[in-house]
């Protein structure tokens, strides 16, 4: 039997983790959402949803990854009791983070694309209208997303076929090192700008006159929804890394370090956006548009506008990369584990296979757009990130939360053993009531409000 790879160094693993939790939402949803719901009070109970939602389950996940040594499709099968059926969810992670890749592709493609477009000067001298309407020109080419998709595709096969020491962690490390650098650089220049102060008191100063004007629930319900996907849970995509770390560390701790460094990134985020908005007097509540029509826009109208469009639009592909090399070492490590191939057969086998299933995303805005889509947010992308966002994740969640709390599944005593070896924030038995009996309920009700805030709110 092969020995199982394991990672080189803790920072490896906490970056590597870190990467697979931050990825494109932290940066253009969670300024949007904190920006709508009463600034700071949004961040607020964002912070309270992650400690009390995504850190045991993130917890869980790491713990089943590790006591099993393999790979999320065969975790469940090495821990489970005989004749149990929990191994079926396996299989299930593995659709989970193919189905993630289907669209995320595109959408780090489109990130690749405008760094490439602001490095190289195209939206100088254009106006307003100009900058606005190149998005909806690239959404109508399906051949420059095409391409787009293929490099990054081909470069998150490239880094994981390279090994999981010399590949994913040496790459991440310098990948995240980077994100970090520039994200602060970014600030840093926003701070400078006129708007600054008004921008960080509307995001920062809790204001709970405009959380009441959106709505208390909806606010506090956005921010648990937000609290709950940043961290990419349930879908295997922490499991896998849980299984190349050692014992010397608990897995708490750990998801304490992880979840620390997705917050950071998500308020920073923040940080570079709300001066910029307010400088120019941009309503910093348009989601997605914001990125790709309002920002290209500004920066065409600051001193070193190219510089520091190009440094935005690095550090937002250095963000969608870093979710993209996590699941593709999930995806690459499943196929090893079920057809016993090569690490590099796996890796080519599924860069056919990847590009291949990317592409309806690409098509579904030019060549396949249908009106069918409408319900879902109007393209096959909203499509796959609704399955992947409001069933997979939250119903994947579960099941982990389950397995670990029930004696039907792992069990308490045997997830507690192995959340707790080694030094750190160690889980203690008054959680157990909380997370056997109430984390349950949250989950579900995040599920079920998602698929009624999908077909049946007004």
């Known amino acids: 039997m092969q020995e199982r790879e394991k990672l080189k160094s803790r920072l490896g693993f906490i970056l590597i983790s870190a990467g697979c939790a931050i990825g494109i939402g932290n940066v253009w949803k969670f300024p949007y959402m904190a920006g709508k719901g009463g600034g700071g009070s949004f961040v607020l109970f964002y912070i309270f949803f992650l400690l009390i939602l995504g850190l045991p389950i993130m917890t869980m ?77 690239m959404l109508g080419q399906p051949l420059v997303m095409g391409f787009w998709m293929v490099v990054v595709v081909a470069m998150g096969i490239l880094v994981c076929s390279l090994g999981l020491q010399n590949g994913l962690e040496r790459i991440t490390k310098v990948m995240m090192t980077a994100l970090l650098l520039i994200m602060i650089v970014l600030a840093l220049n926003s701070f400078a700008m006129d708007g600054a102060k008004e921008g960080l008191s509307f995001y920062l100063i809790p204001d709970w006159g405009r959380m009441k ?71 910093q509540t348009s989601g997605p548009s914001l990125i790709f029509m309002t920002l290209p826009n500004i920066f065409n109208h600051i001193s070193m506008g190219r510089l520091w469009g190009s440094l ?36 080519y086998v599924n860069l056919v296979l990847i590009i291949l299933l990317s592409l309806p995303c690409v098509l579904g805005y030019n060549v396949w757009a249908w009106d069918g889509f409408a319900v879902f947010g109007g393209a096959i992308l909203d499509l796959e990130d609704f399955l992947v966002s409001n069933i997979l994740l939250p119903i994947g969640s579960l099941v982990y939360l389950l397995f670990c709390v029930t004696r039907y599944g792992w069990g308490w005593k045997n997830f507690k053993k192995e959340a707790n070896e080694g030094k ?20 579900l009700f995040i599920f079920g409000f998602g698929i009624y805030d999908k077909f049946f709110a007004t």
Not at 67 to 88: D, F, N, R
Not at 424 to 443: C, E, F, N, S
């Open 213 to 283: 004007e959106v709505g208390v629930i909806s606010t506090i319900v956005g921010a648990m929804n937000q609290a709950f996907f940043t961290l990419s849970l349930g879908i295997g995509a922490m499991a896998i890394f849980g299984s190349y770390i050692g014992k010397e560390r608990t897995l708490l701790g750990e998801s304490i370090n992880i979840a620390l460094l997705d917050t950071f990134v998500a308020i920073t985020s923040g940080l570079i956006i709300f001066p910029a908005c307010f400088t120019f007097g941009v309503d």
């Open 61 to 137: 996940e790491f713990a089943v990854g590790r006591a099993s040594q393999k790979s999320p499709v065969k975790a469940y099968q090495a821990l489970e009791k005989p004749g149990q059926k929990w191994h079926i969810h396996g299989y299930i992670t593995l659709i989970g983070c193919y189905l993630l890749m289907m669209f995320y592709t595109t959408v780090a493609g489109w990130m690749l694309h405008y760094f490439y477009l602001t490095a190289t000067g195209k939206f100088v001298g254009m106006n307003t209208e100009e900058v606005t309407g190149v998005f909806s020109e």
């Open 312 to 347: 935005f639009f690095m550090f937002l592909a250095f963000a969608a990369f870093s979710t993209v090399f996590a699941v593709f070492e999930n995806i690459i490590s499943c196929g090893m584990e079920l057809t016993g191939w090569s690490r590099k057969k796996s890796s």
């Open 424 to 443: 750190g924030a160690k889980v203690q038995d008054w959680m157990r009531v909380y997370l056997t009996y109430i984390l349950p309920v949250i989950v």
